[in-house]
């Protein structure tokens, strides 16, 4: 998979990449590699059976905002200017009127910060959303 992301990103080096992996091993080498993502089923297995053993029935939740045939799917948005100096609360409240999503979190540069209690969104903020349908901008 290395030597792949290598020569993938010599011939289009604005491809996006993304791996899929097994197991958890090479993840360091294949982001040194220039891979833009990396999935681990591995990892996601572990997290959803030990979720499962501490929380009866969250498999069929899993199941219901990880598939692609019903229901709700996660989505990125850029925050609009109005959302600028917001709290992450005030604008999860915003985004769930007017939009009837979810907001679930930030990206901020490399960092994701998951259910902030007193984060003010900045300009380059980019939101995580439960939406029934794609939302290219908040």
């Known amino acids: 998979a290395i030597l792949l992301c290598l020569l993938a990103k ?3 080096p604005n491809i996006q990449v993304i791996v899929d ?3 958890g091993n ?3 080498h294949l982001f040194n590699a ?3 993502e990396v999935i681990c089923g591995e990892q996601f297995c572990s997290m959803l059976t030990a979720s499962a053993l501490i929380n009866e029935g969250i498999t069929s939740f899993y ?3 990880l598939s692609t045939r019903y229901g ?3 989505y990125n948005a850029k925050f609009s200017s109005g959302y600028w100096g917001m709290t992450f ?3 999860m409240e915003s985004i769930k009127e007017k939009r009837g999503a979810i907001l679930l979190a930030i990206m901020r540069g490399s960092h994701i910060i ?3 209690h007193f984060l003010i969104i900045e300009k380059d903020d980019v939101g995580v959303v439960l939406s029934e349908g794609k939302i290219e901008e908040l």
């Open 10 to 12: 010599k011939l289009q």
């Open 21 to 23: 992996l097994p197991f």
């Open 26 to 28: 090479n993840i360091e």
């Open 34 to 36: 220039g891979v833009d």
């Open 63 to 65: 199941r219901e905002i």
């Open 72 to 74: 709700n799917e996660f």
């Open 89 to 91: 609360l005030h604008a």
């Open 114 to 116: 998951t259910n902030p």
